[in-house]
C-alpha cells in the first residue's frame, strides 16, 4: 500500500448523518484522489487534490466534499449521509505527472 | 458481500494459456497510461505503464501494447497462473497540471486449473 492509510476500514451510518474518511499517506505525495467502487462501475473519481488547499471535482462529486490541509491528509465528507452513498471508497497518491497512483487498503461504508 | 466483478466484461482462460485484456481510451492527447491489477477485497496495484512515445512495453511475463491510431491499448499475460485471477484496469491521467486520474470499468479474469 505504499504507506497510504484509510481510516476507518469500515463503518455503518445512518440515512442524513455526516461521516468523514480519512486518507493519510506518508511518501509525501502530490496528487491525491477519492474513488468509489460498485459493482459493474469500475473505479469512479469522486475528488482529488494537486497540492494542499488544490482540490476539484471527479466524475460522481455531488454529495461529497474534500479538504486537504496539509500534505499527508486528504478527507472526504458525506454531509449527509443517503443509501446511494453506500459503498467502497478508495484513497490514492501519486506522487508526480507520469508516475503511477498508490492506493490505500479501501473503507466499506454501508448507509442504513 | 456483492462482488465488484458482476457486470465488468470477463475472460476466462485455462491455466497455462495466455490472457490478452483489452482497453479503450478517449483523449488522443493522453501521453500515459497504466495497468491496475484488483484482488477479491483488496486495493488497486500497479502492474505496467507505457508512454505515448512506445508502442510495447515488457515487464515480467506481462506486456502492454499501445496503439495510438485506433487508441487502444491491450495487456497480455503470459502462461497465466491461477494468481492472476482478478479485475485488471487500464488508467488514463488526464492532462495538465492537475494530474486527474481516470480509470476504465475493469476487466473480470477468471484463470481455471
Known amino acids: 500500500d505504499a504507506g497510504i492509510t484509510q481510516s476507518p476500514r469500515h463503518k455503518v451510518t445512518e440515512t442524513g448523518t455526516p461521516v468523514t474518511l480519512r486518507c493519510h499517506q506518508t511518501e509525501n505525495h502530490r496528487y491525491m484522489y477519492w474513488y468509489r467502487q460498485d459493482p459493474g462501475h469500475g473505479l469512479r473519481l469522486i475528488h482529488y487534490s494537486y497540492g494542499v488547499k488544490d482540490t476539484d471535482k471527479g466524475e460522481v462529486s455531488d454529495g461529497y466534499s474534500v479538504s486537504r490541509s496539509k500534505t499527508e491528509d486528504f478527507l472526504l465528507t458525506l454531509e449527509s449521509a443517503t443509501s446511494s452513498q453506500t459503498s467502497v471508497y478508495f484513497c490514492?497518491?501519486?506522487?508526480?505527472?507520469?508516475?503511477?497512483?498508490?492506493f490505500g487498503q479501501g473503507t466499506r461504508l454501508t448507509v442504513v | 458481500g456483492e462482488s465488484v466483478g458482476l457486470h465488468l466484461p470477463t475472460l476466462s482462460v485455462q491455466e497455462g494459456d495466455n490472457s490478452i485484456i483489452n482497453c479503450a481510451y478517449s483523449n488522443s492527447a493522453s501521453d500515459y497510461f497504466i495497468w491496475y491489477k484488483q484482488e477479491s477485497g483488496k486495493g488497486p496495484q500497479f502492474i505496467i505503464d507505457?508512454?505515448?512515445?512506445?508502442d510495447k512495453r515488457q515487464g515480467q511475463r506481462v506486456t502492454v501494447l499501445l496503439n495510438k491510431t485506433v487508441k487502444h491499448l491491450s495487456l497480455q499475460i503470459a502462461a497465466t497462473q491461477p494468481g492472476d485471477s482478478a479485475v485488471y484496469f487500464c488508467?488514463?491521467?488526464?492532462?495538465?497540471?492537475?494530474?486527474?486520474?481516470?480509470f476504465g470499468k475493469g476487466t473480470l479474469l477468471t484463470v481455471n486449473p
Open positions: 507505457i508512454r505515448s512515445n512506445m
Open positions: 490514492a497518491a501519486a506522487g508526480r505527472q507520469n508516475t503511477e497512483a498508490f
Open positions: 488508467a488514463e491521467p488526464a492532462g495538465g497540471s492537475n494530474y486527474k486520474l481516470t
